[in-house]
C-alpha cells in the first residue's frame, strides 16, 4: 500500500467506503471509544470539525473495544451516544480491532509508517504507559495502537504525516491540522 487512499473500510451501516472518496482532504484518523478518560476528546474534536471541515478537513472516527473493554456498545448505540452526548457530525466507521492478528489493515498501517513511541513524560502519562503495555502485551508484535483517542494526520495526498497519542494536547492536534489545511 502507498498511502491510505489504497484501503478500504466499513461504515457503521456494514458498507465497504474507499478512502479514495477522500482524496485531496486532509484526514485525522481516530480509534475512538465511549467509556475511556479520553472520551471527553470528542468535544475538541467536533470543534475542530465544525471550524475546519469547509476547508476540506474530514475526521474519520473508528471505535475500537481492544483496550480494557470501554467500546462495548454495538455500532449504533455508540453512534447515538457520539451524536447525544457530544453532538459529533464527522463520520464514524464501524467498530474495529486495532491491535493483533484481526487488526484491521487500515491501523496496521497506520501504525506501521508512524509506530507508538510512548505517551510522554509525566506521572499520568508513565501510568498509561504502564497500563497499556499490560494490556497490550498479548497483541506482540501486531501492537500497532497504544491506547484510545491515537490519531494520525494524512496530507490531501494521502501520506500519514504526523501520530498524536491521547496524551498530546488537543491545541497541537489542531494547530498541525491548520498547517497541513
Known amino acids: 500500500m502507498s498511502n491510505v487512499y489504497d484501503f478500504e473500510v466499513k461504515d457503521r451501516f456494514g458498507n ?6 477522500y482524496k485531496g482532504k486532509v484526514l485525522l484518523i481516530v480509534n475512538t471509544a465511549t467509556g ?20 476540506g478537513f474530514e475526521i474519520l472516527d473508528f471505535p475500537c473495544n ?19 452526548k457530544f453532538g459529533t457530525e464527522f463520520p464514524q466507521f464501524a467498530k474495529i480491532d486495532v491491535n493483533g492478528e ?9 501504525g ?3 509506530p507508538f513511541n510512548g ?11 504502564k497500563f497499556a503495555a499490560a494490556n ?19 496530507d490531501r495526498e494521502g501520506n500519514v504525516i504526523a501520530r498524536f497519542e491521547p496524551t498530546v494536547d488537543m491545541g497541537e492536534v489542531k494547530k498541525a491540522v491548520e498547517a497541513a489545511l
Not at 472520551?39 to 475542530?48: F, I, R
Not at 505517551?119 to 504507559?129: I, P, Q, S
Open 112 to 114: 506501521t509508517e508512524k
Open 66 to 84: 481492544q483496550f480494557a473493554d470501554q467500546a462495548p456498545g454495538s455500532d449504533e448505540e455508540i453512534h447515538e451516544f457520539c451524536t447525544l
Open 119 to 129: 505517551f510522554g513524560k509525566g506521572l499520568k502519562n508513565a501510568a498509561l504507559n
Open 16 to 21: 465497504v467506503v474507499s478512502l479514495a472518496d
Open 36 to 55: 475511556c478518560g479520553f472520551t471527553p476528546h470528542y468535544d475538541p474534536l467536533e470543534a475542530m470539525y465544525k471550524e475546519l471541515k469547509d476547508q
Open 102 to 110: 484481526t487488526a484491521d489493515p487500515l491501523f496496521a498501517y497506520l
Open 136 to 154: 497490550n502485551k498479548k497483541y506482540g508484535d501486531k501492537t500497532y495502537i497504544g491506547w484510545n483517542f491515537t490519531k494520525f494526520l494524512v
